[in-house]
């Protein structure tokens, strides 16, 4: 992955905007501003994911459940112009409603949370990374930690499938 040193982003905590640099293996930063720890992860092999939106990667999340989990981070990809605003809350929807049907939490502390919607484009995905964890009802029972999200059109099914296969390869890679 790009190291984002050109990147900033806010302090989930004060607000103030602060350069996010993320460290190998992941560490702790406290923000400058207010001393809130920020879990700033650098994952090598990222930057192989030509469907991943480096600039909607939501660093420090601090969702209450999986649903505002998956809401972050689609708001996160509209925000930089991969899903259509009218299309936010059916996307989100989709997700949770795929959630429902069973869980993508696939163990080691990871979930992939996907779908094919007709408002989208093209295979794109973010990931999301909550130190605190989220409960996604995982059949291991731990709290996911990483979260890589994948949306899709209906008529790529093909680039959904590699996409999906090409993230599971990469989690237990590493």
């Known amino acids: ?20 640099e993320p460290t190998a293996p992941p560490g702790n930063m406290p923000c400058p501003s207010c001393g809130y720890v920020l879990w700033l992860p650098h994952l090598p092999g990222v930057e192989q994911f030509d469907f991943l939106v480096h600039e909607a990667i939501l660093h420090a999340m601090q969702p209450g459940d999986r649903n505002e989990a998956i809401g972050l981070l689609v708001r996160s990809l509209a925000e930089h112009g991969h899903v259509p605003q009218k299309s936010l809350p059916d996307v989100i929807d989709s997700l949770i409603r795929r959630e429902q049907l069973g869980t993508t939490a ?9 779908v094919k919607h007709p408002s989208i484009a093209r295979v794109v995905g973010t990931v999301g ?9 995982s059949l291991d029972g731990a709290p996911v930690k990483t979260i890589f999200l994948l ?11 590699r996409a999906l296969e090409r993230i599971s390869r990469f989690l237990r890679s590493g």
């Open 106 to 114: 696939i163990g080691y502390e990871c979930a992939v949370p996907h």
């Open 129 to 137: 990374y909550a130190p605190g964890g989220v409960d996604f009802h």
């Open 1 to 20: 992955m790009p190291t984002p040193t050109s990147h900033f982003r806010c302090c989930p905590n004060c607000q103030k905007e602060l350069p996010i």
């Open 151 to 161: 949306l899709s059109p209906p008529n790529q099914p093909g680039d959904h499938l």
